[in-house]
């Protein structure tokens, strides 16, 4: 007799995978984790037909686990002491073969950490259109504000130079009166026209104001499924002057999942080009270009200098509760 499960694939046509998975469960130093606790749930759309797999780690770190699914796959990890993994949306038709990496809590402190955005902005807080030919934005990551004119930060930390051009329009006239993007409750203006309608290139170029400042890419170690994503640490080398990205308002995003940044700014430098002293930062996942002319990012600031520790405490942020995108819960 057929289960639910098979009769679902059967009517809809999808083949019935099986699949087996190998979890390696490691420390960042690649030392393994025995006695973590892992769970592999093979995920289906019929009500009690997924199948899971549930148990500890063996003394080298290795928990496996099979079944059948029409979904995906999903692996959790845990281990007191360490910060957990979650990884969705694993592919069910072949075996796999997983490291997944438990870094351990070590320090966490303190930080300044916000979700902030860099631009022009109008009265409702979208972003207005740029100068194609470029403005400059200077932002204080400690004040978590952009400095004059366009905000009351004190130092530039890190300047953005935005670039924004409308490029016409994504639909006709008639598309355009089909949809329901418009707001209804005002007058229709040419820029909200453009806001919903238009096709913009952008350009963003980040900076630094003081030699030896600037950011540092991390893909190699970043861990997307991890609550910290980015090693405890912010790297002493490999800090790059410059950096562009590029966006428009007609293709799919083009930001990142699987990076995130170290930057360093406020360097004081000795005669001799040493650093005395500097301020450490992590931006958590891409920059996020709005091809209208505005960048997002979060970002943690850590006020102290010299300190490279970017642990966060989540609930000890040392922006008040109530500043705006100061929710930020992955340490």
Same mark, same amino acid.
């Given at each position: 007799?057929?289960?639910? =499960?098979? @009769?679902?694939?059967? @009517?809809?046509?999808?083949?019935?995978?099986?699949?087996?998975?190998?979890?390696?469960?490691?420390?960042?130093?690649?030392?393994?984790?025995?006695?973590? &606790?892992?769970?592999?749930?093979? $995920?289906?759309?019929?009500?009690?037909?997924?199948?899971?797999?549930?148990?500890?780690?063996?003394?080298?770190?290795?928990?496996?686990?099979?079944?059948?699914?029409?979904?995906?796959?999903?692996?959790?990890?845990?281990?007191?002491?360490?910060? *957990?993994?979650?990884?969705?949306?694993?592919?069910?038709? &072949?075996?796999?073969?997983?490291?997944?990496? =438990?870094?351990?809590?070590?320090? #966490?402190?303190?930080?300044?950490?916000?979700?902030?955005?860099?631009?022009?902005?109008?009265?409702?807080?979208?972003?207005?259109?740029? *100068?194609?030919?470029?403005?400059?934005?200077?932002?204080?990551?400690?004040?978590?504000?952009?400095?004059? #004119?366009?905000?009351?930060?004190?130092?530039?930390?890190?300047?953005?130079?935005?670039?924004?051009? +409308?490029?016409?329009?994504?639909?006709?006239?008639?598309?355009?009166?089909?949809?329901?993007?418009?707001?209804?409750?005002?007058?229709?203006?040419?820029?909200?026209?453009?806001? +919903?309608?238009?096709?913009?290139?952008?350009?963003?170029?980040? $900076?630094?104001?003081?030699?030896?400042?600037?950011?540092?890419?991390?893909?190699?170690?970043?861990?997307?499924?991890?609550? @910290?994503?980015? #090693?405890?640490?912010?790297?002493?080398?490999?800090?790059?002057?410059?950096? &562009?990205?590029?966006? /428009?308002?007609?293709? #799919?995003?083009?930001?990142?999942?699987?990076?995130?940044?170290?930057? &360093?700014?406020?360097?004081?430098?000795?005669?001799?080009?040493?650093?005395?002293?500097?301020?450490?930062?992590?931006?958590?996942?891409?920059?996020?270009?709005?091809?209208?002319?505005?960048?997002?990012?979060?970002?943690?600031? /850590?006020?102290?200098?010299? %300190?490279?520790?970017?642990? +966060?405490?989540?609930?000890?942020?040392?922006?008040?509760?109530?500043?705006?995108?100061? /929710?930020?819960? %992955?340490?």
């Amino acid at each position: 007799m057929k289960t639910a =499960l098979s @009769l679902l694939a059967a @009517l809809s046509g999808l083949t019935l995978s099986g699949t087996e998975v190998r979890l390696r469960i490691v420390d960042e130093t690649q030392m393994p984790l025995p006695d973590a &606790r892992v769970l592999i749930a093979f $995920t289906t759309p019929v009500h009690g037909g997924e199948v899971r797999a549930e148990g500890l780690s063996d003394g080298r770190g290795y928990f496996s686990g099979s079944g059948k699914a029409i979904g995906s796959v999903f692996v959790r990890a845990i281990k007191e002491g360490y910060y *957990s993994a979650r990884i969705e949306r694993l592919p069910n038709d &072949r075996d796999l073969n997983e490291t997944v990496v =438990l870094p351990r809590i070590i320090d #966490p402190i303190p930080l300044l950490a916000r979700l902030v955005g860099v631009g022009k902005r109008d009265v409702e807080g979208q972003a207005q259109e740029q *100068s194609s030919s470029g403005e400059i934005f200077g932002f204080d990551l400690a004040m978590g504000e952009m400095v004059a #004119p366009y905000g009351n930060g004190k130092v530039a930390d890190i300047l953005f130079k935005i670039r924004s051009e +409308f490029k016409g329009w994504k639909f006709n006239e008639t598309e355009m009166a089909r949809t329901k993007r418009l707001p209804a409750n005002r007058d229709i203006t040419e820029k909200d026209l453009k806001r +919903f309608y238009g096709k913009y290139d952008a350009e963003v170029e980040v $900076t630094f104001p003081s030699e030896q400042e600037g950011l540092f890419e991390e893909k190699e170690h970043f861990l997307p499924y991890s609550q @910290l994503k980015l #090693p405890h640490r912010a790297p002493t080398e490999g800090y790059i002057s410059a950096w &562009r990205y590029t966006a /428009n308002t007609y293709s #799919p995003p083009t930001a990142r999942a699987d990076v995130g940044f170290f930057m &360093r700014t406020r360097v004081k430098l000795a005669k001799d080009g040493k650093i005395i002293s500097a301020n450490y930062a992590k931006v958590m996942g891409d920059f996020r270009l709005d091809a209208r002319g505005a960048v997002n990012f979060t970002y943690y600031f /850590n006020p102290t200098p010299n %300190d490279r520790n970017l642990e +966060f405490d989540p609930k000890r942020n040392l922006f008040p509760p109530q500043t705006p995108g100061s /929710n930020v819960n %992955d340490p």
